[in-house]
């Protein structure tokens, strides 16, 4: 009996996949991600020549997603897309999370990354980073900050170079990154960290201005701009990365055929053609290396989220 269940296990691999598999997105329809993995899952879905459904489950900073992942089925016909919070930062941000964000999932592949651009509006005096710092310590009550939501880049972010620079920053979260980009454009808060894609039409327009980019090296969209380390800010940086997830226990040559479905996707012509002006970069990978990334994100970001002291209620 044994025996004949695992040749039937091992066929139902080898056949994988025989019907349509289901990819969870942690975000409305029409979002920046949404469209990102629509176009990648369209370019696997050709290869494999099954359907891939994007099934869009937004709440509680990804983690409606996780959960529903969690619990399927681990046979590789149930998929997410998960990201720097669902499978690091929330970690610590939710005191009672219902799933580990290493042991109940297996990494596939990492997909693309980001990192946020520091932006102040037109009518700031500050021209650089250090020059907004020392415009914050001139104010008794430091400046604005504007974010994509509690625990999200954007906040943690403005923690980071509180921290580090000793000015006073009061946060003030927003439900999403465009409600705060429009408030930063009225002048309705200071500065903000915002990914370039959302950022862009009011950057082009002159009502925005970069001052630095959150991140290891320049961006070739934007060449001009300056990391925060090459400002004098060392340490102000966070990687947003995003990142295809199944179940725990999904059998590895499911998992194998999976990563090079996607990595092979990714690498297209097509795919790279719409990510780049987005100011998104590809990163790919083994499973293991997007193992290894989330083991380091939530030590790495726990400490962060810790130190600003961060609820999920705030």
Do not use: C
Not at 82 to 87: A, L, Q, R, V, Y
């Amino acid at each position: 009996m044994l025996a004949m269940m695992a040749m039937s296990s091992a066929q139902a691999q080898s056949d994988y996949p025989s019907r349509p598999v289901t990819l969870l997105v942690p975000f409305a329809a029409g979002g920046s991600s949404d469209v990102v993995m629509r176009l990648v899952s369209a370019k696997v879905s050709e290869s494999i020549k099954q359907t891939i459904i994007i099934e869009n489950r937004p709440g509680g900073g990804g983690n409606v997603a996780a959960l529903a992942l969690k619990n399927a089925s681990p046979d590789g016909y149930t998929l997410m897309m998960g990201h720097t919070g669902t499978h690091a930062i929330n970690a610590t941000l939710y005191p009672d999370l219902k799933f580990d964000p290493i042991k109940d999932f297996q990494p596939i592949t990492a997909l693309i990354s980001f990192n946020n651009i520091l932006l102040v509006p037109e009518a700031s005096p500050a021209k650089t980073p250090a020059e907004l710092v020392a415009f914050a310590k001139s104010r008794p009550d430091g400046l604005t900050y504007g974010s994509q939501g509690v625990g999200t880049g954007g906040h943690l972010l403005g923690v980071i170079l509180a921290k580090q620079t000793g000015i006073k920053l009061v946060h003030v979260p927003y439900r999403g990154v465009a409600p705060a980009v429009t408030d930063m454009v009225a002048g309705r808060v200071d500065m903000m960290f915002s990914s370039y894609l959302t950022a862009s039409p009011h950057i082009k327009s002159g009502k925005l201005r970069m001052l630095g980019l959150a991140g290891a090296q320049r961006h070739p969209l934007i060449a001009e701009v300056p990391t925060m380390t090459e400002a004098g800010f060392a340490g102000v940086e966070m990687e947003q990365w995003f990142g295809l997830f199944a179940p725990a226990g999904t059998p590895d040559p499911v998992v194998r055929r999976l990563n090079r479905e996607f990595v092979a996707a990714l690498q297209s012509d097509e795919v790279k053609k719409t990510l780049l002006p987005q100011g998104s970069i590809i990163i790919l990978g083994t499973p293991e290396d997007l193992a290894a990334r989330i083991a380091r994100d939530v030590v790495v970001l726990g400490k962060v989220v810790k130190d600003s002291g961060a609820t999920p209620t705030e």
